[in-house]
């Protein structure tokens, strides 16, 4: 099977292709203009892009025979040649990613762009939808992004590096706004004009504000008022190669010196203030343990992985744990943790699961839905029912339906009424939560899983199953 894969809609030199399904046949497949094509020859004999390719910054890329059949294919569409990537098993998107992992692609992205531009080449853009994660290590995807940078060019990519990378970081750094609803809802970024509406007042003197917020929403209002272009066009600017490598080492400096500030909430600490006894914890440990060392699983998700305590259990267990909370502070220490401890096989993602991202861009197919990219062989579902039943309203019935909807074998913690978490939740609530019982839980459970088996926790506050999907009648 050929289809089109997210991301490449508006790439008027290639266009990305998926090649099969399922874990025997996941190729991507890039067919390419004839200019794209000879640019990325020449680019994959540069020393500089060779350095990149082993250390791991850029995505492994070559150029298939013209034979073979999925070349073929790819010609027969109109294209002069095709590319093969190496298959990223993952497809995430910056809203979804926390302040850390953004810092990492931010820098990734200077890097890139110097180590080019010191060999006569340069990025043509500058968008965090280039990058994707192995694990928790960035990496570039876009090849043809690369092209041989003419004398004194100026860098064309820099308002969308503003706009896409350092303003959103700068919100979250400066003033604590969270960036990931704004480029969820803005896939081009938070331009100049917009973001000075957050930095005013004093606010306007913050580090790295003035240069790369005030002055040019001030530029580009004027050149707007004026009746022209909203940006002033970089035609016939020069910029020696001294001066731009000058300001993206500046930028490095501003990016590399912006850090988070948490609010402190109660989920980043949960492994010290969970309400287990130490029995409880270990055994529940233990539960999980067995049944992904058991089944030994391809893809897994960990749904409402808080600081991944579980993730890391099932990572060793698994090729990838897609790790997915919606609390900001405890998937950065998750990033920050994983990454430091060299743990190659956990992707932290920042999302409210009952309000997981859409399917975004145009026709709502360029950037995939969450649950619409690739389903897992696996699931975790740890003290996540409750939250999903008192603070988001979602019924039991339709929480195991869209369980069932995952196709995959469920590992689930149900937290009883009588348990202190539940009560904590509920205690503001006015409503009942009538159809919340275990009796119920089980019996919405059994109309859609085989249960393999049963753990009872904290003297039967708390359950432990084990699921597998029934066939759908």
């Known amino acids: 099977m050929l289809s089109a894969v997210g991301g490449s809609f508006k790439d008027p030199s290639g266009r990305v292709y998926r090649f099969g399904d399922g874990a025997g046949g996941r190729r991507v497949v890039r067919g390419l203009t004839t200019p794209a094509a000879a640019s990325v020859e020449k680019l994959l004999e540069e020393p500089f892009f060779r350095r990149l390719l082993a250390g791991g910054n850029v995505v492994e890329t070559h150029f298939l025979c013209a034979e073979e059949p999925i070349a073929a294919a790819v010609k027969d569409m109109g294209w ?51 990058i994707q994660w192995m694990g928790t290590r960035p990496v570039f995807i876009d090849i043809p992004s690369f092209v041989p940078r003419e004398d004194g060019e100026y860098w064309q990519g820099y308002r969308q590096f503003c706009s896409m990378f350092l303003i959103p970081l700068m919100l979250t750094a400066h003033l604590g706004i969270p960036y990931q609803p704004l480029l969820r809802s803005r896939l081009e970024g938070i331009p100049p004009e917009e973001a000075v509406r957050y930095f ?71 492994s ?35 600081t991944g305590t579980f993730s890391r259990i099932a990572a060793r267990h698994s090729e990838l744990v897609v790790a997915v909370d919606g609390d900001h502070e405890a998937v950065d220490v998750l990033y920050r943790e994983a990454r430091k401890g060299g743990e190659q096989n956990i992707i932290p993602l920042l999302m409210d699961l009952a309000n997981p991202s859409p399917g975004q861009g145009w026709a709502g197919r360029e950037r995939a839905p969450f649950v619409g990219r690739q389903s897992p062989d696996m699931a975790l579902c740890l003290a996540l029912i409750h939250h999903l039943r008192v603070s988001a309203n979602v019924p039991v019935s339709l929480v195991t339906e869209w369980l069932r909807s995952l196709d995959a074998m469920v590992i689930v913690e149900f937290v009883g009424r009588d348990d202190e978490m539940f009560a904590k939740l509920a205690e503001s609530k006015r409503d009942d939560f009538a159809d919340y019982t275990s009796e119920n839980f089980l019996s919405e459970v059994e109309r859609r899983f085989t249960v393999e088996d049963r753990l009872e926790l904290k003297a039967g506050k708390r359950e432990m199953l084990l699921l597998t999907p029934k066939n759908a009648p």
């Open 200 to 270: 005013y007042g004093l606010r306007r003197f913050k580090k790295g504000v003035p240069s790369h917020v005030w002055f040019p929403a001030k530029v580009e209002g004027w050149m707007r008022r004026r009746g022209g272009a909203t940006r002033p066009s970089d035609s016939g600017r020069k910029q020696p190669e001294t001066a731009l490598l000058a300001l993206l080492d500046g930028l490095a400096r501003l990016v590399k010196g912006l850090s988070y500030r948490p609010s402190m909430s109660d989920w980043p600490r949960y």
């Open 272 to 306: 010290d203030t969970h309400s287990y006894g130490e029995g409880d914890f270990e055994r529940k440990m233990t539960f999980v343990e067995n049944h992904t060392s058991t089944r030994r699983p391809r893809l897994l998700w960990d749904l409402g992985a808080n």
């Open 80 to 130: 002069a040649s095709a590319v093969e990537h190496k298959s990223v098993d993952f497809l995430t998107w910056p809203y979804e990613w926390p302040f850390s992992m953004l810092k990492d692609a931010a820098l990734l992205q200077l890097h890139l762009l110097g180590t080019s531009v010191r060999s006569g080449w340069v990025l043509k853009d500058a968008t965090p939808f280039n």
